[in-house]
């Protein structure tokens, strides 16, 4: 519990990803092609910026801080 992960230029990441132990997710430039569904802690700090193809249910509303800079949101 508490745990930061650094998961920077990961690539084939599992389809579900449980990073609820994590108070700070680094997810920089990663590429979550495949990845359906990932489980953020309650008042996690996470880093998406940079990252391709972010989940199409992304639920972000227990994080405290979120950094999406230059992800594609469409």
Do not use: Q, T, W
């Amino acid at each position: 519990e508490g745990a930061r992960i650094d998961l920077g230029g990961a690539h084939h990441l599992p389809e579900e990803l449980d990073l609820s132990m994590c108070s700070v997710v680094d997810m920089f430039d990663c590429d979550l092609e495949g990845v359906e569904r990932i489980k953020f802690g309650e008042g996690a700090l996470v880093n998406l910026s940079c990252a391709d193809n972010l989940p199409k249910d992304l639920d972000l509303s227990m994080c405290s801080k979120v950094n999406l800079s230059e992800c594609y949101l469409i």
